[in-house]
């Protein structure tokens, strides 16, 4: 029976790094996906933290009175 093969630490990262380009390409595909259905870049920053809240409680962020 063969002994378990010791992974070196280079290959480790290798395998890491290419592990998320996939999610990367994943992500990507599914924003162009999002944009494409309501017909507008996905908001970032500071936008989309409102965007959240808006989707969250469907009224948007509660002002304080």
């Keep these: ?4 093969r010791e992974v070196s630490q280079t290959m ?3 395998h890491a790094a ?3 380009e996939g ?3 994943e992500a990507l ?3 162009r996906a999002f944009e494409e259905k309501v017909g507008r870049d ?3 920053g500071a ?9 969250a409680n469907g009224k948007g962020p ?3 009175d």
């Design 1 to 4: 029976m063969d002994e378990p």
């Design 12 to 14: 480790k990262v290798c």
């Design 18 to 20: 290419k592990a998320g």
């Design 23 to 25: 999610l990367e390409k």
């Design 29 to 31: 595909k599914r924003e």
């Design 42 to 44: 996905k908001r970032k």
């Design 47 to 55: 936008d989309r933290v409102e965007e959240r809240a808006e989707a």
């Design 62 to 64: 509660v002002a304080d």
